[in-house]
């Protein structure tokens, strides 16, 4: 899994975009052989500023493939922000941005 992020600050507020690159496969999709595809999805995103927690959020089964999430918060220029994803087999992708 790929995760991708990129943070920009204009007035003190931060605005992050982060990409996860990830198939998000259900569970209950067949192949062309009519064998059903095991679940394979995203569950966990997590994203640190100066060593705490700004953004989390759980992921199911139901969301498309490469997901795509904004969110903000209050930063400055030249930080580091981190983002973190975990899938249901133990997974993970971390990606780091300095915020422009």
Known sequence: MKVKVKAK????????KVLIKHA???GRRKDKK???I???HVTE???????????SAEF?????????VKFQFK?????QVSVSATDNKGQTGKSEATIK
Do not use: L, N, R
Not at 9 to 16: L, M, S
Not at 60 to 68: C, E, I, N, R, T
């Open 45 to 55: 995103v997590k994203a640190e500023y100066k060593g705490a927690t700004i953004f």
């Open 24 to 26: 998000m496969e259900t």
């Open 60 to 68: 199911g089964a139901g969301v498309s493939k490469d997901p795509f």
């Open 75 to 79: 930063g400055k220029a030249g930080d």
């Open 38 to 40: 095991p679940a394979h």
């Open 9 to 16: 600050e204009k007035d003190g507020v931060v605005k992050a």
């Open 34 to 36: 009519g064998v059903i």
